[in-house]
Protein backbone atom coordinates (compact mmCIF):
# COMPACT_ATOMS: atom_id res chain seq x y z
CA UNK A 1 0.00 0.00 0.00
CA UNK A 2 1.67 3.55 -1.37
CA UNK A 3 2.44 5.82 1.90
CA UNK A 4 1.92 9.12 1.62
CA UNK A 5 3.55 12.20 3.28
CA UNK A 6 2.27 15.71 2.91
CA UNK A 7 4.32 18.93 3.64
CA UNK A 8 4.27 22.60 2.41
CA UNK A 9 1.84 23.85 5.07
CA UNK A 10 2.06 27.09 7.02
CA UNK A 11 0.51 30.17 8.06
CA UNK A 12 -0.07 32.90 4.90
CA UNK A 13 -1.82 36.04 4.32
CA UNK A 14 -4.93 36.32 2.59
CA UNK A 15 -4.61 36.68 -1.08
CA UNK A 16 -1.09 34.46 -0.76
CA UNK A 17 0.02 31.52 -1.74
CA UNK A 18 1.25 28.11 -0.98
CA UNK A 19 2.32 24.79 -3.07
CA UNK A 20 1.20 21.49 -0.95
CA UNK A 21 3.85 18.73 -1.78
CA UNK A 22 2.93 14.87 -0.90
CA UNK A 23 5.46 12.47 -1.46
CA UNK A 24 4.19 9.06 -2.39
CA UNK A 25 6.69 5.81 -1.21
CA UNK A 26 5.35 2.00 -1.76
CA UNK A 27 3.74 2.95 -5.09
CA UNK A 28 3.64 5.47 -7.89
CA UNK A 29 1.08 8.44 -8.06
CA UNK A 30 0.33 7.11 -11.68
CA UNK A 31 -1.04 4.29 -10.51
CA UNK A 32 -3.78 5.80 -8.36
CA UNK A 33 -6.11 8.69 -8.40
CA UNK A 34 -4.64 11.39 -6.16
CA UNK A 35 -7.03 13.37 -4.23
CA UNK A 36 -6.71 16.66 -1.77
CA UNK A 37 -9.24 16.72 0.97
CA UNK A 38 -9.18 19.66 3.92
CA UNK A 39 -10.93 19.20 7.13
CA UNK A 40 -11.25 22.95 8.76
CA UNK A 41 -12.42 23.49 12.43
CA UNK A 42 -15.49 22.21 13.38
CA UNK A 43 -16.30 21.21 10.31
CA UNK A 44 -16.16 17.55 8.20
CA UNK A 45 -13.24 16.80 5.62
CA UNK A 46 -14.21 17.76 2.36
CA UNK A 47 -12.62 17.36 -1.24
CA UNK A 48 -10.69 19.94 -2.63
CA UNK A 49 -9.31 18.53 -5.56
CA UNK A 50 -8.94 15.57 -7.66
CA UNK A 51 -7.10 13.76 -10.42
CA UNK A 52 -7.22 10.45 -12.07
CA UNK A 53 -4.92 7.79 -12.39
CA UNK A 54 -4.28 9.05 -16.12
CA UNK A 55 -4.03 12.40 -15.32
CA UNK A 56 -6.16 13.39 -17.53
CA UNK A 57 -9.17 14.00 -15.59
CA UNK A 58 -9.18 16.40 -12.69
CA UNK A 59 -11.90 17.88 -10.05
CA UNK A 60 -12.43 20.67 -8.46
CA UNK A 61 -14.40 21.67 -5.66
CA UNK A 62 -16.58 24.76 -6.60
CA UNK A 63 -14.58 26.88 -3.51
CA UNK A 64 -10.79 26.30 -4.96
CA UNK A 65 -12.05 26.45 -8.60
CA UNK A 66 -9.53 29.16 -10.53
CA UNK A 67 -7.47 29.37 -7.43
CA UNK A 68 -6.40 25.94 -6.32
CA UNK A 69 -4.13 23.56 -9.55
CA UNK A 70 -3.36 19.84 -8.84
CA UNK A 71 -0.23 18.45 -10.81
CA UNK A 72 2.04 15.16 -10.59
CA UNK A 73 5.61 15.19 -11.23
CA UNK A 74 6.05 11.59 -11.90
CA UNK A 75 10.29 11.56 -12.08
CA UNK A 76 9.47 12.54 -7.95
CA UNK A 77 6.70 10.03 -7.60
CA UNK A 78 5.19 13.50 -5.99
CA UNK A 79 1.17 15.34 -6.41
CA UNK A 80 1.24 19.56 -5.73
CA UNK A 81 -1.12 21.58 -5.16
CA UNK A 82 -0.85 25.14 -6.07
CA UNK A 83 -3.19 27.32 -3.59
CA UNK A 84 -3.18 30.67 -4.64
CA UNK A 85 -5.26 33.92 -3.93
CA UNK A 86 -5.84 32.48 -0.25
CA UNK A 87 -9.00 33.40 1.55
CA UNK A 88 -9.29 33.05 5.53
CA UNK A 89 -12.03 30.10 4.69
CA UNK A 90 -9.32 28.20 3.24
CA UNK A 91 -7.89 27.68 6.81
CA UNK A 92 -7.83 23.51 7.30
CA UNK A 93 -5.92 20.50 7.50
CA UNK A 94 -4.78 19.46 4.14
CA UNK A 95 -4.64 15.42 3.42
CA UNK A 96 -2.94 13.90 0.23
CA UNK A 97 -4.92 10.60 -0.59
CA UNK A 98 -4.89 7.88 -2.79
CA UNK A 99 -7.57 5.26 -4.55
CA UNK A 100 -8.34 3.52 -7.54
CA UNK A 101 -11.35 5.76 -8.53
CA UNK A 102 -10.93 9.14 -9.47
CA UNK A 103 -14.08 10.40 -7.19
CA UNK A 104 -15.12 13.12 -4.82
CA UNK A 105 -16.09 9.61 -1.95
CA UNK A 106 -13.52 9.77 0.74
CA UNK A 107 -14.26 5.97 1.31
CA UNK A 108 -12.60 5.59 -1.85
CA UNK A 109 -8.93 6.69 -1.05
CA UNK A 110 -7.73 3.90 0.83
CA UNK A 111 -4.26 5.47 1.28
CA UNK A 112 -3.90 9.20 3.93
CA UNK A 113 -1.47 11.24 4.21
CA UNK A 114 -1.39 12.67 8.23
CA UNK A 115 -2.01 16.41 6.97
CA UNK A 116 -0.25 19.14 7.25
CA UNK A 117 -1.81 22.33 8.51
CA UNK A 118 -2.80 26.05 6.35
CA UNK A 119 -3.63 28.80 8.50
CA UNK A 120 -4.41 32.23 6.25
CA UNK A 121 -5.01 35.19 8.20
CA UNK A 122 -7.35 37.79 7.04
Known amino acids: QVQLAESGGGLVQAGGSLRLSCAASGGTVSSYAMGWFRQAPGKERECAVVVSRSGGSTYYADSVKGRFTISRDIAKNTVYLQMNSLKPEDTAVYYC???????????????WGQGTQVTVSS
Open 97 to 111: AAGLIATTTEANFRS
